[in-house]
């Protein structure tokens, strides 16, 4: 299985429980993820970390480390079919332009888990199934497209993060 990142999977991680400097293991860990192939975070979702940090950011120094970026970034390209078949068949077949605006970059992210069987995207949101349109949360989308998907807590389970982990 490869782990697909969302960006709020570092944002959230960097900003609340895994302050980088308080359990660097976590991003020791993450970083050897990523070169071992287990998890990945595609372009998309990487520019999007990028745009949203300042300067004198422990996260945007973390990612724009060679080693980390080298590791973490998916080397694949998006696949436009792929992402107008999520936005028509998991958001809406008829959205407005100012509706397709607010999705950002999420149809990508999971436009990729539809390539292929044994991907799951990987997000901080959770299932709210009374949103619709382009307020549809990701899990919903990918629970519709019959893709994986799972929180930042299961992926450290099944990939065992532990604190005092040690590569």
Same mark, same amino acid.
């Given at each position: ?55 004198? @950011?422990?996260? /945007? ?14 080397? =694949?390209? *998006? &696949? $436009? ?24 970059? @999420?149809?990508? /992210? ?14 901080? =949101?959770? *299932? &709210? $199934? ?27 389970? /099944? ?9």
């Amino acid at each position: 299985m490869i782990y697909l990142l969302d960006a709020n999977i570092l944002i959230t991680a960097a900003n609340t429980y895994y302050g980088i400097s308080r359990v660097p293991e976590f991003w020791g860990w993450l970083q050897h993820q990523g070169s071992s192939g287990h998890v990945k975070i595609p372009i998309e979702m990487y520019e999007e970390v990028l745009e949203g940090r300042k300067e004198d @950011d422990e996260l /945007l120094d973390w990612v724009k480390k060679d080693a980390n970026r080298d590791a973490l970034v998916f080397n =694949e390209a *998006s &696949k $436009p079919d792929l992402v107008r078949r999520v936005v028509r068949d998991g958001y809406a077949n008829d959205l407005t332009d100012d509706e397709v605006d607010k999705l950002g970059r @999420d149809p990508f /992210l999971i436009a990729y888990g539809l390539v292929e069987v044994g991907r799951c995207i990987t997000t901080t =949101e959770v *299932s &709210k $199934p009374s949103k619709q349109r382009h307020n549809r949360h990701i899990p919903d989308v990918c629970s519709s497209l019959k893709i994986n998907c799972c929180g930042p807590w299961e992926l450290n389970r /099944l990939l065992g993060f532990k604190t005092g982990w040690n590569p």
